[in-house]
């Protein structure tokens, strides 16, 4: 007999909590973005265009992820996850 470690609910609750964090980390560099440009402490367009760009995408794909799990869509999580596969592939594709 297999022995059920955690439950449905939980793994949702997990992925709940995840996809705020990054939400909230998102928001975070977007505010980082923000202020840096308010008070001139990064003269560099390129590296507050770049943090940008990134906190946008990880915002997306956060709230995709939050939609997909609330709502029980298995083809939102499928993109997210495949999605966040492929970024991981590229990123250990550069190392090697």
Do not use: W
């Not at 265009?49 to 946008?56: D, H, R, W």
């Not at 999580?77 to 190392?95: A, N, T």
């Amino acid at each position: 007999m297999a022995v059920r470690l955690c439950g449905f609910s939980a793994i949702r609750c997990c992925l709940v909590l995840l996809n705020v964090f990054y939400i909230a980390l998102a928001l975070f560099l977007i505010g980082v973005v923000v202020a840096s440009k308010a008070i001139s402490y990064f003269t560099d367009p390129s590296i507050l265009a770049g943090l940008a760009v990134c906190a946008s995408i990880l915002f997306l794909v956060a709230v995709l992820g939050l939609a997909g799990t609330v709502k029980h869509h298995q083809v939102v999580l499928f993109f997210v996850s495949f999605f966040l596969e492929r970024e991981r592939e590229e990123r250990v594709g550069k190392r090697g």
